[in-house]
């Protein structure tokens, strides 16, 4: 009889097994990436280019499952063809049975193999199946006449796992007790690549649906045999494995009862999905990779939504430990192999009906800024992520200028606004927020310390961020994230009157978004800071310097500080939702600011392109550069008279020791 796997995965762990690949999945369609799940972990990592699952299209069961019998013993594992017509099975009693999908009649019984058939996988074209056999030798297999084609003879172990290249020229099979995996040219049956494992038993492999990859406990070149990364060691045993359809991402099962995803590029765990209560054996993403299928030792198969980390349905009518999974290639349909000697179907159905009652909850946001500003594709973001995360059961609803944005006053309005919890989140510069006594962010506005962009961006990905949205706490707000936009400089609305030393500020009336510091910045030019008629200059953006009236003219080499966007919420609203719908929030927060962060202009871009639409920027001389910032003390002192300020700013400081600074605005004329 075949040796269970399981036994033969705990003798592994006792003598030490790292981390060993296992499963892998036939060709699929392009999927689109996916964002982090939950639970939760800790270096979740969420990638930009996910599309929402739709509520509507979560499958459920559409009746119980179709029950393949006719095995005399455990069956290991399940393939359906490429045309969604067959069935083929693996089993311990020596055989694998072709069988009508549509019936579960046994169409045929293949006995080539002289010992256990530990898998079988269809080809490609759906003219030959692959067993994986027990007798160290894998057979190719005439799915029409039963014949052997082909016989791959080098393995000294049982061989659990055999697989088709994409392209069906090439199979990779695991030697298990050898400890290697082979590539194989399919027609002269010659070993390519010999890959040897780290692990002590080696029960399965995979080859990327892109065809480039192989996958044992480490990443290998498919082309070339070459080793390519080594992924991050686990305690525990693994005992399957399956990349995502778009070849970034491989998911594996374990002997703890939990199954991860792992970034092939980095070899870091991404994400985690618990539930199962012993070994998961087999491991499938769906052909739009939005789900995810195990099938554990604890009798269950589950199906998993990707994107919420969520079970969408236990499968439980096995009566045996589940050894392989799979889908149709619709889609439509999924298959369990399992220690009770049979296999099962079970059809879906697009439901909405599984999605969770407890959370159906609207959060309002208030928005500071007008539709069409710099902030908008990142809302938007925020918006869509909540719904994908949440698998469309908690929505957010915007309300843009909510405090009206051509008051001076906007940005403090949305904080009242959601100080007193007549909205449940809101978004707003930080530089706002000392107009409501709340000093949280004062820091990031110490003249000319952030004054490039990679500091920005490093800073905004810190743990000082960290320290300030915690800040927020004292005033009844949670904070949930900031992301930079765009740099600070002197705009003068008169191209002959450059601003280009403190004296150029004398007597101005500067356009300055409300706060505090901005404001004493400003008045310690010499300038009047304002918002509305009789502007002179600004203190802006080069993106926004558009928006300006006049011929305006930034001094490109005078940064006086970096603005910050804040999404936050209010304490009381946030406490009342559960610690699920607030990790939800939160990842979105994360995945927006990056977003934000990957997609922001550099200061060099923004400059070109305010040249290129005929602005102008000027270089000031360094002593001159030296003036503004003696003008500009008294504000630096004022910031350190706050013990909190005064820690975060050393920090800063600190930081911007050990970034290198990126490229300023040069200067351009019409």
């Not at 999945?25 to 939950?38: D, H, K, Q, R, W």
Request: proline content about 5%.
């Amino acid at each position: 009889m075949f040796t269970n796997r399981l036994f033969r995965l705990f003798i592994a762990l006792m003598i030490g097994t790292s981390l060993v690949a296992c499963a892998a999945p036939a060709a699929l369609p392009t999927a689109t990436s996916f964002p982090t799940s939950l639970p939760l972990s800790t270096n979740t990592v969420i990638p930009d280019t996910q599309s929402a699952t739709d509520p509507t299209s979560v499958p459920t069961l559409d009746a119980g499952p179709l029950e393949f019998k006719g095995h005399t013993d455990d069956v290991w594992d399940v393939d359906i063809s490429p045309d969604g017509k067959y069935l083929i099975t693996a089993s311990d009693d020596k055989t694998a049975r072709l069988w009508d999908l549509a019936t579960g009649q046994t169409i045929q019984v293949f006995s080539n193999c002289n010992s256990a058939v530990g898998d079988a996988r269809f080809s490609p074209d759906g003219t030959y199946v692959l067993l994986g056999c027990a007798d160290h030798a894998p057979r190719l297999v005439d799915i029409t006449t039963g014949q052997t084609v082909q016989t791959f003879s080098g393995h000294t172990g049982g061989v659990d796992w055999a697989d088709f290249s994409p392209d069906g020229k090439q199979i990779i099979t695991a030697g298990g007790d050898d400890k290697t995996a082979r590539i194989w040219d399919l027609a002269s049956g010659q070993t390519l690549y010999i890959l040897k494992s780290n692990s002590d038993y080696l029960p399965r492999v995979a080859f990327s649906p892109d065809g480039k990859y192989a996958f044992t406990d480490r990443l290998w070149d498919a082309a070339t045999g070459e080793a390519i990364q080594t992924f991050v060691e686990q305690s525990n045993a693994v005992s399957c494995v399956a990349f995502s359809p778009d070849s970034k991402y491989v998911a594996t099962g374990s002997d703890d009862g939990i199954a991860r995803i792992w970034d092939v590029s980095t070899g870091q765990m991404v994400r985690e999905f618990t539930g199962h209560q012993g070994f998961v054996n087999g491991i499938k993403f769906s052909p739009d990779g939005k789900f995810l299928l195990t099938g554990s030792a604890d009798q269950t198969a589950r199906l998993w939504d990707v994107a919420t980390g969520q079970t969408i349905h236990i499968f439980d009518d096995h009566r045996g430990g589940v050894q392989g999974v799979t889908f149709s290639p619709d889609g439509k349909l999924v298959a369990a192999a399992s220690d009770d000697g049979t296999a099962m179907v079970w059809k879906l159905e697009a439901s909405s009906a599984v999605i969770p009652a407890q959370s159906g909850i609207t959060l309002h946001l208030a928005v500071a800024d007008k539709g069409g500003r710099p902030s908008e594709p990142y809302v938007l973001a925020f918006i869509d992520q909540v719904k994908t995360l949440s698998n469309g059961t908690m929505t957010i609803e915007p309300t843009w200028s909510a405090a009206n944005s051509d008051d001076a006053n906007f940005e403090r309005g949305v904080i009242q606004l959601v100080k007193e919890g007549k909205y449940d989140l809101g978004i707003a510069g930080s530089r706002a927020f000392d107009l409501e006594n709340i000093n949280s962010f004062q820091a990031l506005q110490t003249p000319f310390l952030i004054d490039n962009n990679a500091l920005a961006e490093a800073v905004a990905t810190s743990d000082i961020a960290a320290q300030m949205l915690d800040q927020l706490s004292s005033a009844g707000l949670t904070g949930l994230t900031l992301w930079p936009e765009d740099l600070r400089h002197p705009f003068s609305y008169n191209a002959d009157k450059p601003l280009l030393s403190p004296e150029d500020f004398a007597g101005l009336n500067i356009r300055t978004q409300a706060s505090k510091l901005s404001y004493q910045l400003i008045k310690g030019m010499g300038g009047i800071p304002l918002l509305g008629d009789n502007e002179e200059g600004a203190e802006s953006g080069l993106r926004q310097g558009a928006s300006l009236p006049g011929s305006p003219v930034a001094t490109g080499n005078v940064t006086f500080f970096a603005k910050y966007q804040v999404l936050f919420g209010n304490r009381d609203a946030w406490e009342k939702l559960s610690e699920e719908q607030r990790a939800i929030l939160m990842q979105a927060a994360m995945a927006v600011q990056k977003k934000a962060i990957a997609e922001h202009p550099s200061e060099v871009d923004a400059a070109k392109a305010w040249c290129a639409s005929e602005g102008t920027i000027v270089i000031t001389s360094d002593e001159q550069v030296a003036e503004f910032k003696a003008a500009a003390q008294p504000v630096f002192e004022k910031l350190e008279q706050d013990s909190f300020n005064a820690g975060i700013i050393t920090e800063l400081a600190d930081l911007k020791t050990k970034t290198v600074p990126s490229s300023g605005a040069e200067a351009c004329v019409p």
